[in-house]
């Protein structure tokens, strides 16, 4: 169901034609892009489908190629081989184009760009042209009040804290209607709570007006809560790409796993001591799929450290040299040099 909020801001003309298509409307072709010649940096060999309405996430460690990624896609910068088509088009690189970047589409930078004495409103509606000054009057209130910026409307930018410029950041990025919306690492700087509702106000833009978003994290929660798709980058190649809870529960790399989850890896040897029978090299295993016992016997897992983390805690545990990790939801019942039993409810092997 769509807010009142969002649908006031369709009153006022903004994203009138509310499509849920399914056709792929970027895609990229074997795309590659490295920044020397005698150098692997970049991107390689890249195919990628995105339909519109998608909030994409795009994941890997740092230097894997993100940013880059990103940046090819909104056409600041060339692929070296390969195409990018927006909407079935070829993508014009920077230097096809006066301004770089597609005009349907805004990048959220992390320097605001904004006019630090102007108002808040002044910011947002001198994105608008003076066409029709009555409408671009509406539509910056709409705008506002959607992102909950109203009440800041007469205030300069100085005024305001970082989140709250971000929030007016966004509302600059989106009033011109963008089809797509891209961000590099866009909670990097905010705390818990900022992050919390900046996450739920790009859900909001995706959700009721259908804006496509692709942010770029290294957070794994943001891509795992948000997005529809997930992209798994490493070395510059994508390496799988699918649904959150598909990719955490049954990633084909453990890379993914650990990158997803915090999951540790054992070899066979290990494993089987564990008592878990398997064929292959290596067993991966998330924190939560160790199930943990009181136990008394001189058996039991020794509880090296256990690190709180608010709601729950992880166990450092170890027996006869095998470390694992086991994930508490009942804070605050073992203490470290404690011996516990340990259950495998899950496993997966690589
Ligand atoms: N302008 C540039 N010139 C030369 N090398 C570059 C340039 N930009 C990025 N690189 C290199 O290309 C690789 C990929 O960089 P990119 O910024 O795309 O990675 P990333 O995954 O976004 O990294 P991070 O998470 O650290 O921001 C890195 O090795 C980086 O050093």
Do not use: C
């Not at 305001?160 to 919306?181: C, D, F, H, K, Y």
């Not at 001591?273 to 292959?280: L, Q, V």
């Amino acid at each position: 169901m769509k807010s009142p909020a969002s649908a006031e801001i369709q009153q006022a003309g903004f994203f009138s034609i509310f499509e849920t298509m399914s056709q792929p409307f970027i895609s990229l072709e074997n795309v590659s892009k490295h920044y020397s010649e005698d150098s692997a940096a970049g991107v390689s060999t890249i195919d990628l489908v995105i339909k519109k309405g998608d909030f994409i996430a795009i994941v890997g460690e740092s230097g894997s190629g993100k940013s880059t990624l990103l940046k090819l896609i909104y056409g600041l910068l060339a692929p070296d081989s390969g195409e990018v088509f927006f909407k079935g088009e070829h993508l014009n690189g920077p230097h096809e184009k006066l301004i770089p970047g597609h005009d349907s589409m805004k990048m959220l930078n992390q320097d605001f760009n904004l006019n630090l004495f102007a108002k808040v409103y002044e910011n947002i509606e001198s994105m608008l042209s003076n066409e029709d000054v009555e409408g671009k009057k509406q539509k910056a209130l709409a705008m506002m009040g959607f992102l909950r910026i109203d009440h800041l409307a007469n205030k300069k930018i100085v005024e305001l804290s970082g989140g709250e410029q971000q929030r007016v950041a966004l509302a600059r990025a989106i009033i011109t209607e963008p089809e797509v919306l891209l961000l590099d690492e866009p909670f990097s700087q905010l705390d818990a709570v900022l992050k919390t509702q900046f996450r739920a106000d790009l859900k909001r833009l995706n959700d009721e007006l259908g804006i496509t978003i692709i942010i770029v994290s290294h957070d794994p929660v943001d891509g795992l809560t948000l997005a529809n798709q997930m992209i798994i980058l490493k070395d510059g190649k994508l390496i799988e790409s699918g649904k959150p809870d598909q990719l955490y529960s049954k990633p084909a790399y453990i890379y993914t796993g650990k990158l997803l989850g915090n999951a540790f890896v054992l070899s066979s040897e290990a494993a089987r001591k564990m008592g878990i029978k398997t064929k292959k090299e290596s067993v991966m295993i998330y924190p939560e799929w160790v199930q943990l016992k009181s136990s008394w016997s001189s058996k039991g897992y020794l509880i090296k450290d256990v690190f709180f983390r608010g709601f729950y805690e992880d166990l450092l545990l170890e027996r006869d040299g095998i470390e694992v990790i086991a994930m508490n939801p009942k804070p605050g019942i073992y203490s470290k040099g404690q011996k516990v039993q340990v259950v495998i409810s899950n496993f997966l092997e690589f």
